[in-house]
């Protein structure tokens, strides 16, 4: 199982010193990924926590692939609607091309109605724009050269797509998985409660001739417990979880690497490799 962190690119822990410190820490320690979140343009009655403060999901990626050699880096999740297609996949090919190949790409339909005004996007063509955007990132990197509205150009670089990580639950982000999708990013980290939709994910995939997909909620639990720790770890891996992103809560480099510590230390205790 991997075992990943939020890097936070929000609120007053997303400096440069602080962001800087937490990846050198991540890659000491041993953890498999760390994420970061997307939001546009929050409202201010929406800002308790964060002030209104979001460095760019892609910028931050960019800046990571600089400054680590290990680490995979990923977005959980990047609101397509938001962007315009082309130039997003430019960046996301970007990305994979500096970091080597070490891109997670965590992708959603979004939900905040204030950031849908502000970009200037119907709300309710959300989920359409998703799928769209994944269709055409799919040519982009499959296809020489790409066609862009009539237009043909050449998408380079063009290196190894990265896999496509879908958030959401429901039978729509079931299906968004099948058609372009390699694996799910749920909100929960319930084993009982995750056991059903991953096994009718993977039967769904299976039927569609796709393999067994990456699996990896957003967790948290107590790290100062950790066989209790350890063996929810276990059990989220028997109904097929296949990594965790602890939503880490830290304000500074020595609080994240105390959380790291403690999650590689779960991580031996449960077993895993």
Not at 41 to 57: F, L, M, N
Not at 110 to 125: I, K, L, N, S
Not at 136 to 152: T, Y
């Amino acid at each position: 199982m991997r075992i990943g962190t939020l890097l936070k690119n929000s609120g007053p822990a997303s400096t440069r010193e602080i962001i800087t410190g937490c990846a050198a820490a991540a890659e000491q320690a041993g953890i498999d990924d760390v994420w970061v979140l997307d939001h546009i343009a929050i409202p201010p009655d929406e800002s308790e926590g964060s002030g209104g403060r979001y460095v760019d999901p892609l910028a931050t990626l960019a800046y990571l692939a600089g400054i680590t050699e290990r680490v995979n880096i990923g977005v959980s999740v990047l609101i397509l609607p938001y962007r315009p297609a082309l130039a997003t996949a430019k960046w996301v090919a970007s990305i994979q091309e500096l970091s080597g190949d070490r891109l997670l790409l965590g992708v959603g339909a979004g939900w905040m109605a204030a950031e849908f005004t502000a970009v200037d996007v119907p709300r309710e063509r959300r989920g359409a724009i998703t799928n769209e955007t994944l269709a055409f990132f799919h040519h982009c990197f499959d296809s020489e050269p790409a066609i862009a509205n009539g237009q043909e150009f050449l998408f380079k670089p063009q290196p190894n797509r990265p896999p496509f990580l879908v958030g959401g639950s429901g039978a729509h982000v079931v299906k968004r998985i099948v058609e372009y999708g390699d694996g799910w990013l749920p909100m929960n980290s319930d084993p009982e409660k995750l056991q059903a939709p991953i096994a009718e994910l993977g039967d769904a995939l299976a039927a569609a001739g796709k393999g067994t997909p990456e699996v990896i909620p957003i967790a948290s639990f107590d790290l100062d417990d950790s066989s209790a720790s350890a063996a929810r770890l276990t059990e989220l891996s028997k109904v097929g979880v296949t990594g965790i992103n602890y939503m880490a809560k830290y304000e500074s480099v020595g609080e994240y690497e105390t959380i790291v510590g403690k999650l590689m230390e779960v991580k031996s205790a449960a077993g895993i490799s």
